[in-house]
């Protein structure tokens, strides 16, 4: 029983953090936000360089053959930076649907050029009714002779403008919301028949929502066995979602340092207003909170890095989440409360802290969703 | 990072275990699960058993009986025995007079003590608040007189837990009524319960338990070889013992029997038809407990892991694993309670209590009591003033 990083893992979050102080400030970040893409090729060419598109894949293929925990201090520091790319749409997502379901000779189409930041990919799975059911899927993919036909319509399709390859869900056999029948599919963003709406979302990232219309993929296309996606999708957005309460942590120590910070310099009354025990007790739990979901961070990555049953995987990966969930809307609502006036304003960082947090809450299934799924898992 | 225990810290944590299995008494083990009332008899009895085997005093040196455990293997007992049931080791000899007698004490005041803890030959209890002195201890006014060859005590403490049992008190008094500050001019003494001018009178809890009391000294004579360090810098023997709190403080083996034992319960109550397990709203809450539980687990041994790494005492760390650990065992109390529903209002028997169920009738009560911990041992309130002054710099 050990929580400190290797020597690997802390260079990386290192190296990391001080791109992030020097690269990413508040005011760069601002700029890459409003740029037309929304999102820096530098910043991920960086990110390649480091070596941080790499962790989470096999060596043959270019990567270092890692996991969740490598990337936690990582992920901690892009929660602190709010950066803006599509890490998680790419590295945690799209790309481990491949390296985890794909044949050898998709592995080596996709992964290094992900690896090595020339290949950018997006998950399109979530549909409009289907809420948080990862087995929900109406899209359809038919056979047609050699080909593939999909047709559906896919919503919030995280980091799509900015993607090269889909992964898209279809149903080949089987109800809508039947586990059975889901199959994978490896489609170009450019491909006929794939339309995009693009927009931002409120925590200022690129999404879209995207339409498939009798667009063809070749039988090379299929991921995995067909109808058998549905598992995959599961370990993989638990993945997903491990990353993702690495990331709220930072997010969370962003909000919290700020206050803190706030807390000891704004003065009322002639006094710091930290000097008020009504609000010391507000940042003490606050900060309790973050204790608590960085616990539930490390658990949720040692589950998916370690655990070989499935079930009690995904039920720890819920019982994480449900604990980030509150404290992400814990801290993040305290901390604008606690900012006063200006916490309700763009011109603080700990605003667009706010977003993030609220997004993140929710991303992958809210506290209610996740607190249903530890019910049913249970075995005692 | 790795969560799970090492092959060498399971072996231990197994040793325990069927150790405790083995030797825990199934009266007791009984007693405990029923949250019956326990006994003096009852609480030495345990505590003798744990010193025949060696283990009841694991964190002292090894040469007055210390096990030489890590504070992991320290933390593991410690949960294990909350998981196993054990009666709860009552703290105020083992590890809050012996600790201030190990740093404090003249040697000959080690050598008359300290074995006698040990053994489980003298109970003990502690005398620090007092009706005007709670959260702001420094206040306290009961007063020792200095007359020849000893301290003459007047006044009153409250709260004194298993007064009615001990054998020894320790306390905090005011020897200087004159000092500039009033953490200045308090000693720390150790008064005989059997010296005359001492009165215990019971403080019944909203439970309907004796477990505290009011302790009153009347010109209670005390050998002036019971001042423990020097005389007038009690404060700093107190402060001392505030910052060798225990790691277990967040008590999650026994929290975790107690929810096993929640869930099976709630499995076997019905509601509209169903087991109650599988009310939504019932599940909803007895989930969230679960979590908290888990991550309260996982915080407690990040901290141990920095402790053992950086060899710094826990500091303000213990009050976030006392805060949550507390409102754990709180919710706790209150689901079993809440399971029972309307059966949870008998409270005692009026005709002798032929086939009355005595279990059920416990739950409520220990709701009740259970509302103690967030005030015990620095209020949860305090708890947050020291997290926001040591760790946030408030």
Redesign the interface.
């Known amino acids: 029983m050990h929580f400190d990083y290797n020597e690997e893992q802390q260079l990386l979050a290192d190296s990391i953090r001080r791109f992030i102080a020097k690269d990413y400030d508040f005011d760069k970040r601002k700029k890459i936000v409003a740029s037309p893409e929304g999102a820096s090729d530098d910043v991920w060419r960086t990110f390649a360089e480091m070596g941080l598109l790499g962790i989470p894949f096999a060596p043959e293929y270019g990567g270092f053959g890692g996991g969740a925990i490598d990337l936690m201090s990582a992920m901690e520091a892009i929660g602190e930076g709010l950066v803006v790319e599509p890490f998680v749409a790419t590295i945690g997502l799209a790309a481990q649907l491949v390296a985890r379901g794909g044949s050898d000779a998709q592995k080596r189409a996709v992964l290094p050029a992900v690896i090595e930041g020339r290949l950018k990919m997006a998950f399109a799975h979530t549909e409009a009714g289907a809420r948080y059911d990862l087995a929900h899927a109406a899209t359809t993919a038919k056979k047609a002779g050699k080909v593939w036909v999909l047709d559906g319509e896919k919503r919030v399709v995280l980091g799509a403008p900015l993607a090269d390859k889909l992964v898209v869900s279809a149903r080949t056999s089987g109800g809508t919301s039947e586990p059975r029948g889901i199959s994978l599919f490896l489609v170009d963003r450019k491909a006929a028949g794939l339309n995009l709406r693009p927009y931002v979302t409120l925590d200022e990232m690129r999404a879209a929502d995207v339409t498939l219309k009798g667009v063809e993929v070749g039988a090379d296309a299929l991921l995995g066995t067909e109808g058998q996606a549905w598992p995959l999708i599961e370990e993989v957005v638990d993945f997903a979602t491990a990353l993702l309460c690495a990331e709220a942590v930072g997010a969370m120590k962003h909000a919290n340092d700020a206050t803190l910070e706030y807390l000891k310099t704004r003065k009322q009354f002639g006094v710091p207003i930290g000097t008020f025990q009504a609000l010391q007790h507000r940042m003490v739990d606050m900060v309790i909170a973050a204790e608590q979901a960085r616990s539930m961070a490390c658990l949720a990555c040692a589950k998916v890095d370690g655990e070989k049953d499935a079930r009690e995987r995904a039920r720890m990966v819920s019982a994480s989440k449900v604990k980030i969930a509150d404290a992400c809307r814990q801290v993040s609502q305290e901390s604008i409360q606690l900012h006063g006036g200006m916490g309700m304003t763009e011109e603080l960082k700990v605003s667009h802290t706010f977003r993030r947090l609220t997004m993140i809450a929710q991303l992958f299934g809210d506290a209610e969703h996740h607190l249903a799924r530890f019910a049913a898992l249970d075995r005692s | 990072?790795?969560?799970?225990?090492?092959p060498e810290?399971l072996a231990f944590r197994d040793e325990v275990r069927a150790w405790l299995n083995a030797n825990l008494p199934d009266d007791l083990r009984r007693k405990v699960a029923e949250y019956q009332e326990l006994t003096r008899e009852d609480l030495l009895g345990w505590h003798r058993i744990l010193a025949k085997k060696g283990w009841v005093a694991p964190s002292w040196p090894k040469e007055w009986g210390g096990t030489g455990w890590n504070v992991?293997q320290r933390y593991i007992f410690e949960e294990e025995c909350g998981y196993a049931g054990t009666p709860p080791l009552i703290p105020f000899g083992l590890s809050m007079c012996a600790p201030v007698l190990l740093k404090f004490g003249a040697e000959a005041q080690k050598k008359r003590f300290l074995p006698r803890i040990y053994n489980g030959d003298d109970f003990w209890c502690q005398g620090y608040s007092e009706p005007g002195s709670g959260s702001d201890l420094a206040s306290l006014k009961t007063k020792a007189v200095r007359q020849g060859d000893h301290y003459v005590v007047n006044g009153q403490k409250i709260w004194t837990t298993l007064a009615h049992y001990a054998d020894w008190i320790f306390c905090l008094v005011r020897s200087d009524s004159g000092t500039a500050k009033r953490q200045e001019g308090i000693s720390f003494l150790l008064i005989d319960m059997k010296t005359p001018g001492i009165t215990v009178r019971p403080l019944v809890l909203l439970d309907g338990g004796h477990e505290v009391n009011e302790v009153f000294f009347d010109d209670v004579k005390v050998p002036l070889e019971n001042l423990v360090f020097e005389e007038g810098k009690g404060w700093t023997v107190a402060k001392y013992l505030l910052g060798h709190e225990r790691m277990n403080t967040g008590r999650i083996g026994a929290s975790k029997r107690e929810l096993?034992k929640l869930?099976e319960f709630a499995a076997r109550q019905t509601s509209n038809g169903r087991p109650l397990i599988d009310d939504?709203r019932f599940?909803?809450k007895?989930?969230?407990v679960?979590?908290?539980l888990?991550?309260?687990e996982?915080?407690n041994?990040?901290f141990l892991?920095?402790m053992r790494?950086t060899g710094q005492p826990p500091g303000a760390d213990v009050s976030?694993l006392k805060?949550?650990g507390t409102e754990i065992q709180q919710a706790l109390s209150e689901l079993m309670m809440q399971a029972v529903g309307p059966l949870a209002q008998p409270f005692k028997p009026s005709n002798g209590g032929d086939g009355f169920d005595f279990f059920t009738a416990a739950l409520a009560p220990r709701y009740c009591n259970m509302r103690k911990t967030t005030i015990y041992a620095g209020s949860n309130?305090i708890q947050?003033?020291i997290?926001?002054k040591m760790?946030?710099?408030?």
């Open positions: 990072m790795d969560l799970n225990y090492s810290e992991v096993t869930k939504v599940r909803d007895l989930s969230r679960e979590i908290e888990t991550a309260l996982i915080t041994l990040r892991d920095q790494r976030m805060i949550k309130e947050r003033n997290i926001s760790t946030l710099g408030l």
